[in-house]
């Protein structure tokens, strides 16, 4: 079955320190990849996306994610997380030729001060 | 670009009523567009995909007659919450695909709906 895991519900790390968050996926064709941060209220936006080529993909706002098949992950990085990172962040899983895209639970960050 | 538009933002309404909410890809053309249904602190449910010019696909549970989608052109899609009730309140999001892009979705902002 198709699905994804974002095992940590809650990180909370200090302003200035650096961020990892966790994403496996169960996908039996080759993953389109995706992260999205949600601020309260708010939709979605897209940090980053993974399609093909090198597994090291930059986004915006400083984000990075790195696409390991053999380890089915796609964990998203910050080198130094800022007050205004606070948010929730989806991992989401799709296909080249089917439309739905699956949502992990998503993992919420806060900031220490 | 790429950019995707709710309206209403935030609508309250009484208990057996029907609310509109309409999602416009601004920018682009979009044959696809989805319905997201997210509860507070949790995840996005996909509720329905909608094509132009044809009906939505339901996903498994979701009502089709309490949940009416309409995609008339290929820049507007609307979710009518029929009769609704206390339960239907939550943030519906709309996302929609590029019509010559990769598999990759642009959500709107979101409705937050109250139903009283």
């Known amino acids: 079955a198709q699905s994804v895991t974002q095992p940590d519900i809650h990180i909370t790390v200090s302003e200035g320190a650096s961020l990892e968050l966790r994403c496996n996926y169960s996908?039996?064709?080759?993953?389109?990849l995706f992260w999205y941060v949600q601020s309260p209220g708010q939709g979605l936006q897209l940090l980053l996306k993974?399609?093909?080529?090198?597994?090291l993909v930059q986004g915006i706002k400083g984000f990075e994610a790195e696409f390991k098949r053999s380890q089915s992950s796609f964990n998203l990085r910050k080198p130094s997380v800022h007050w205004s990172d606070a948010a929730e962040y989806f991992c989401a899983v799709g296909a080249r030729r089917d439309d739905k895209i699956i949502f992990g639970k998503g993992t919420r960050l806060h900031i220490l001060p | 670009g790429a950019v995707v538009s709710q309206h209403p933002s935030w609508v309250i309404c009484k208990s057996g009523t029907s609310v509109k909410i309409e999602c416009r890809s601004l920018?682009?053309?979009?044959?696809?567009m989805f319905w997201y249904r997210q509860f507070p602190k949790q995840s996005l449910m996909l509720m329905a995909t909608s094509n132009e010019g044809s009906k939505a696909t339901y996903e498994q549970g979701v009502e089709k007659d309490k949940f009416l989608i309409n995609h008339a052109s290929l820049t507007l899609s609307t979710l009518t919450v029929t009769s609704a009730h206390p339960e239907d309140s939550s943030f519906y999001i709309c996302?929609?695909?590029?019509?010559?892009?990769?598999?990759?979705?642009?959500f709107g902002p979101g409705t937050r709906l109250t139903v009283l």
């Open positions: 996908y039996g064709a080759t993953p389109y």
């Open positions: 993974y399609f093909s080529g090198d597994t």
């Open positions: 920018d682009f053309q979009a044959t696809t």
């Open positions: 996302s929609a695909r590029d019509r010559g892009g990769f598999n990759e979705q642009f």
